[in-house]
């Protein structure tokens, strides 16, 4: 990975600033609220947003200064989010629940039952997706209403991406591909115990047990898996790499697409659980931890 001589300065300046394993990204911890279970990232209008797992709000930072600067209140065992239409939309495990969260106000405007454990969120082709792992489910919302209007059977239903004009979604027995012009699911990827998912610019990747596949979405198949020591959690591409939790370690796998194999892996807190790309950088929030590690390529 690259460590261009301004840029390590620059973060060093900030005063929270470390080094990742081996010293090949710099790295800023913004310290959160003990016990609150950090999960997952979003940016949206001037900030980005965290999600607390452990406590029922979101939190807003100020990417400029690293620092939190406001909360707003979401339902119980937050997690997965997306941001779109001015809002962003966070999946509620505990409550069954997607809250629409005002990114101009920063206030709750809404609270759409969609049904048992919700596991993820995005928004993607003018609408809020969500799965929901209890009930079996992908979910469209119509942010016009705030009502669901489409669900799509999916057992066990755990992470969904848009990407490639299509919305990707993955269950027990595999990964479902559907046309968001029309609901219709258009293809279906056989693998099992599909987890988790990320898209780059010519692939979707998928966590499994043993680690992440690789899904070509010109053929709908499954064309390269990587094994990672598990358990994995939600990965994301950033810098044209696959960024994959071990939630464990304590550390993120890092995966090149170019060859389909582990090129490093970089230490960040305390169970990973998500990362996510904002502007060229990894954001991951340590979830059994205190703080949320941002992390330059």
């Known amino acids: 990975m690259r460590r261009p001589a301004v840029l390590l300065a620059i973060v060093l300046a900030l005063g929270t600033a470390t080094a990742a394993a081996g010293g090949t990204a710099p790295v800023v911890k913004i310290p959160v609220p003990a016990a609150a279970q950090p999960c997952a990232a979003a940016a949206a209008g001037r900030f980005v947003w965290i999600s607390m797992f452990g406590a029922p ?21 937050a997690c997965g989010l997306g941001a779109g239409a001015g809002s962003l939309w966070v999946e509620d495990t505990s409550s069954g629940t997607v809250s629409r969260v005002s990114v101009r106000s920063g206030r709750r405007t809404a609270a759409i039952g969609v049904g048992a454990a919700p596991y993820d969120a995005t928004f993607a082709y003018g609408a809020p997706w969500a799965t929901v792992h209890g009930g079996g489910q992908l979910v469209r919302i119509d942010p016009a209403t705030n009502r669901v209007v489409a669900r799509l059977p999916l057992d066990q239903a755990t992470g969904v991406v848009g990407a490639f004009e299509s919305v990707w979604a993955t269950g027990s027995d595999g990964v479902i591909r559907v046309d968001p012009a029309t609901n219709a699911v258009v293809a279906r990827i056989s693998l099992p115990m599909a987890g988790w998912t990320a898209a780059g610019k010519d692939a979707v990747w998928v966590t499994t047990p043993t680690g992440v596949s690789r899904i070509d979405p010109a053929t709908n198949t499954v064309t390269a898996s990587v094994a990672i020591p598990g358990p994995v959690g939600d990965p994301a591409v950033v810098a044209g790499k696959v960024w994959v939790p071990r939630i464990r370690a304590g550390r993120v796998a890092i995966v090149d697409p170019a060859a389909n194999v582990v090129v490093e892996t970089v230490k960040v807190g305390t169970g990973p659980f998500v990362v996510t790309e904002i502007g060229g950088e990894a954001w991951v929030p340590s979830w059994r931890g205190r703080d949320v590690w941002r992390v330059r390529p």
């Open 57 to 77: 709000y979101l939190l807003r930072i100020d990417p400029r200064r690293n620092v939190v600067t406001g909360r707003s209140r979401v339902g119980n065992g």
